[in-house]
């Protein structure tokens, strides 16, 4: 720029100053401008990269196996466990000894003999309960439920973790044969063991052994009987110590309770054979893994029946070969398979999902396990012990459970759900549907757009065309300033004072919506009906104070006719004849009082938008019209606000983006409950104010913090997309409009 | 807009009443009115207007105020039917201002008062009681700067008719077509009737603005400086049109140009700071000059 007037006189050029100056500014503008860029992609990319981990499939580390024969060994193992840490692991060999590895130095820490006098009494079968028992079934019929306690050792550095094994628990049977089915589970808190066994025909006793509280000793068993429906292949049980599962040979499931006895509740599974049945944490989703490698979820549901009664839920990808041994996560709904021809599957229960299938190499598997923190899979088989790093961190996360209709434990059907914490219960399944929290923010901005649009832009329309510019000058700062309420107060005010109001005065409401347009025409009507000549004296636009008292005169007839009205059509008592007449609840905080005050909010900035977008319609136009002899309202309705329109429509979009985003008011003035119900009496939930109540309590790095994430990441994306598309339709329709 | 030529004229006023006075002419040469005579040393001295026959608008002793500064100083002149009238005269002499009286096109100012009386064709427009949509109907419009709707060809034309009440399609059809060759705009745009009037040029857009005051059938046309926006071709094309109009109208015509007055119109006003100085014939108003200003000003001295 300056090159070109090098040549010309000392006078000519522009001083330095002014160029530096110029220079200086253009700087400003550029580094602000491209401040605000990096800030917006800053946050768009920070919410990515929080919520991106969700996307992570679970994956498993190489197995790794013992090398020294004392340890880890190559010996077969009936059955093993390791310790929160995996530091230590149980394993039971073939003779009934248990030995406790230290697994990093691969030695023997300690071992004992469980099953203490062996003679004729081969082990037949071993399973691992928790991570606190082991169950091993013998050849004369007994049963043993071994537990054991981790100690650990904190004034050693590094912790010493020991393992204390409790005086094993001896059930015996009257056969003195082998069970053909059996289970054992055991109670850590109490130390209750139930154990369930069954013969060549199906008849099934359960033997319950209660801890005595003052000896510490083993009570002798309650023995429970049921008779025989047909013979089981596999036996699972609740961990409350009342619920049994039984699979039989021709697929069924039968379920008893202890405590009620008779007859089992029968359920056809489908699968050709069932090979191996077991509950994941919580005891209601039960696992059923056939003999050509299917893997079917059930639990019990009002699906199809009046009571509860195991139904089908979904179905896994299959297993390579027959299944024949299970072990669920002690953290959520994780659980692994392992089948005959020596794979492990990793399967997630809410999702359906089958992560992938592993190969340990350690002959035939007799046990697998994950370990208590869900952090590693262990297997013990006839060639060993294995273990593997399991890393899945966000095993509740995938697409379909985050926006598809997911069938939830304890549910009839398949629904969209959020609950992300459910207290301390075990065995809680989150549920992480994103689809209601999507919904109630529809339903918040599309109940307060449905008030706060007509009122914006019909009071734009009469502020700008009609009303005498002085008022004019008055009234639209005021809007404008109804705006800068901060919208904590707005939804305090809903919450405690306009929801119980709306309660007690709904029918008046009801005929505020009728009665006030209707005074306003009356009143219209009977100005018109004044005499010119006395009209004529008040400036055009001066009329608005005839439409407020109308307004007020309107009010104050609802009002007046609100108890008569309200038992003339509802009975007295407006609730009540929601809940009874329609048939739908009616809570106090409901989407009429939001849309209400969502109104507050959102009018404000919709009416001066449009306000704008009247009032930028160039005056030529409005004097053509009026030049051919159009009447106002004909002026208005043909010309300005046609004309008007893009304005209009960004000012509505703007509006809905401020809706979207709105979060104080709908998270003071709603129930903030995750349903999913067009009824205008009662509540929901929004992404924003979901974010705002459970942001704060969730766990850095959590499943439920990462979706906490892409929910404001949604929403983020949705008001850019909304505001963009305001713009991009306003930009457009302006360079349409520019020759005006 | 209006309010600014009415601020500017303000200023000027003084200043330029000072000036003018001592030279006004002493001799009322030519008297070509039969209202009063006044001594014409006073401004609105009527021995330089004239009463043309036939009139269509009369206007009497109309005066003007914008809240409390006045704008036109009691106008009295007759409009002749079928002619065209030109209103000449400086930037805010009160000439646009004058030619919305007639449709009340002021109304929409607020704070505009009037005294003294417009008839139409007899009776007063200034009666609350009038139907001001109907006198808007009978006494159309064309703007300074054209503005033509956002909307397609055919419905910037429909628009007069149909907020009449006529919606009747074939009707419409007549009338477009009807009013765009009377503005000498058919052949051009019949092949585009759907499109935007906005991508029109803007001699075209002009035109239209005229088609579309024609297709409400008025009786006199206001011309607001129409050409004021356009190139020498294009204002050829509506002065050409202006003759042919007058045919059937009335047409009230400002312009700032004084060779286009002198072109077309039949009849010349001269305004001066809110007052009309001299009304004639067009050739005596051009050749033969009563008043002093008006010599000075058709002369090119100031204005």
């Known amino acids: ?740 | 807009m209006l309010s600014d030529n009415h601020e500017s004229e303000g200023v000027e006023a003084k200043s330029q009443t000072e000036r003018t006075e001592p030279n006004m002419p002493d001799e009322s040469l030519y008297q070509a009115g039969r209202g009063d005579r006044k001594p014409r040393q006073q401004p609105r001295s009527p021995s330089a207007i004239c009463v043309p026959p036939d009139p269509i608008v009369s206007i009497r002793k109309l005066s003007l105020f914008y809240g409390a500064k006045q704008a036109l100083f009691d106008i009295s002149m007759e409009i002749p039917k079928r002619k065209i009238t030109a209103l000449i005269g400086p930037s805010g002499c009160g000439k646009s201002t004058l030619l919305r009286c007639v449709n009340r096109l002021n109304d929409l100012i607020d704070g505009v008062r009037i005294d003294g009386q417009i008839q139409f064709e007899g009776t007063s427009i200034n009666e609350p009681t009038l139907d001001i949509n109907m006198l808007r109907k009978r006494i159309g419009m064309v703007f300074q700067k054209s503005n033509p709707f956002p909307k397609s060809i055919r419905e910037n034309i429909a628009f007069g008719p149909r907020i009449h009440g006529i919606n009747d399609k074939a009707t419409l059809d007549e009338i477009v077509e009807k009013s765009l060759r009377r503005a000498a705009l058919w052949d051009e745009v019949k092949d585009r009737l759907g499109e935007s009037a906005l991508g029109m040029s803007g001699g075209q857009q002009q035109r239209l603005c005229i088609a579309r005051a024609i297709a409400v059938e008025p009786e006199v046309i206001l011309f607001d400086e129409p050409c004021s926006a356009l190139d020498p071709v294009a204002t050829s094309k509506i002065e050409d049109l202006m003759e042919e109009l007058k045919q059937d109208y009335t047409l009230l015509v400002v312009t700032h140009n004084m060779q286009q007055a002198s072109r077309v119109s039949d009849y010349t006003a001269f305004f001066y700071l809110g007052k009309l100085i001299e009304y004639a014939q067009t050739e005596d108003l051009f050749t033969r000059p009563k008043m002093k200003q008006t010599e000075d000003y058709i002369s090119g001295r100031f204005g």
């Open chain 1, 1 to 740: 720029m300056n090159t070109g007037f090098v040549s010309s006189p000392q006078g000519a050029r522009t001083s330095a100053r002014r160029l530096r100056a110029d220079k200086i500014a253009r700087w400003v503008v550029v580094a602000g401008g491209l401040g605000i860029i990096a800030s917006i992609l800053g946050i768009l990319a920070f919410l990515l990269i929080e919520a991106s981990p969700l996307l992570i499939d679970a994956s498993l580390s190489p197995w790794k196996r013992g090398t020294n024969t004392s340890s880890f060994g190559t010996k077969p193992v009936l059955a093993v466990v390791v310790d929160e840490t995996k530091t230590r692991a149980i394993h039971l060999d073939m003779d009934g000894v248990a030995r406790v590895l230290k697994v990093a130095e691969e030695e023997v820490q300690a071992e004992k003999r469980i099953v203490t006098d062996a003679e004729g009494a081969a082990i037949v079968e071993a399973r691992v309960i928790g991570s606190r028992a082991m169950a091993i079934a013998l050849a004369d019929g007994r049963i043993v439920v071994q537990s054991f306690a981790w100690n650990e050792d904190t004034s050693r550095i590094p912790t010493e973790i020991t393992v204390e094994f409790a005086e094993p628990v001896v059930f015996t049977s009257t056969s003195k044969k082998a069970p053909a089915a059996w289970c054992a589970a055991f109670d850590p808190t109490t130390g209750s063991s139930l154990v369930v066994s069954t013969d060549a025909t199906g008849a099934v006793t359960a033997d319950v052994v209660k801890i005595n509280e003052f000896t510490g000793e083993a009570d002798e068993p309650d023995r429970v009987s049921f008779d025989a429906v047909a013979p089981l292949t596999d036996i699972a049980l609740g961990r409350d110590l009342d619920t049994i599962v039984g699979a039989t040979k021709d697929s069924r499931l039968l379920h008893w309770s202890v405590e009620r006895g008779g007859a089992p509740d029968i359920t056809e599974t489908g699968v050709r054979e069932i090979a191996h049945i077991g509950f994941l944490l919580g005891d209601q989703s039960l696992i059923v893994g056939g003999a050509g490698g299917e893997v079917v979820q059930f639990f019990p549901t009002r699906a199809s029946s009046e009571q509860l009664r195991l139904t089908k839920i979904r179905s896994f990808e299959s297993m390579p070969a027959r299944i024949r041994t299970f072990g669920a996560s002690h953290r959520n709904k994780a659980f692994v398979l392992a089948d005959e021809a020596g794979n492990v599957g990793y399967f997630y229960g809410t999702t359906g999902v089958r992560s992938f299938v592993a190969t340990p190499d350690v002959g035939e598997i007799a046990s697998v396990g994950i370990t208590p923190k869900g952090d590693g899979i262990v297997v013990g088989g006839s060639k060993g012990v294995a273990m593997a790093k399991l890393d899945d961190p966000h095993p509740e996360a995938s697409f379909d459970a985050l926006f598809s209709k997911v069938w939830y434990e304890g549910y009839d059907e398949p629904s969209y759900e959020w609950e992300s914490s459910g207290g301390a219960a075990s065995g809680f399944e989150p549920k992480f549907s994103l689809i209601p929290l999507i919904f109630g923010t529809l339903k918040a901005t599309i109940f307060s757009m449905i008030l706060a649009i007509p009122l914006a832009v019909l009071g734009a329309m009469f502020v700008s065309q009609f009303m005498h510019p002085r008022l004019r000058g008055l009234i639209k700062p005021a809007i404008e300033i109804m705006a800068a309420m901060p919208s904590v107060i707005l939804g305090f005010v809903a919450a405690l004072w306009l929801a119980p109001l709306l309660e007690v005065g709904f029918a008046a409401f009801l005929l505020m919506l009728v009665v006030l347009p209707l005074s306003v025409i009356a009143a219209g009507a009977l100005w018109m009906k004044v005499p010119a000549r006395i009209r004529g004296r008040y400036a055009m636009g001066s009329e608005i104070f005839v439409f407020v008292i109308a307004i007020a005169v309107g009010i104050g007839i609802c009002i007046l006719l609100d108890d008569p009205f309200e038992s003339l059509l509802f009975g007295g008592d407006f609730p009540t004849w929601v809940r009874e007449t329609l048939g739908i609840p009616y809570e106090q905080k409901n989407s009429v009082v939001i849309a209400i005050a969502m109104s507050f909010a959102v009018v404000p900035i919709i009416f001066s938008i449009s306000e704008d977008a009247f009032s930028n319609v160039p005056r030529n136009l409005v004097a053509g019209s009026l030049a051919l002899g159009a009447n106002r309202w004909q002026t208005v309705t043909r010309v300005v606000l046609p004309t008007a329109s893009p304005g209009i429509f960004s000012a509505t979009m703007v509006g809905f983006g401020r809706a979207i985003g709105e979060t104080m008011i709908v998270l003071m003035a709603t129930g903030n409950t995750a349903i999913m119900e067009w009824n205008p009496f009662n509540g929901f939930r929004t992404l924003s104010a979901n974010i705002a109540t459970e942001g704060p309590e969730t766990p850095v790095g959590s499943t439920h913090y990462r979706i906490l994430f892409l929910t404001a990441l949604l929403l983020f994306v949705l008001t850019f997309l909304i505001n963009t598309l305001a713009e991009v339709v306003r930009i457009r329709l302006r360079k349409r409009y520019a020759s005006l």
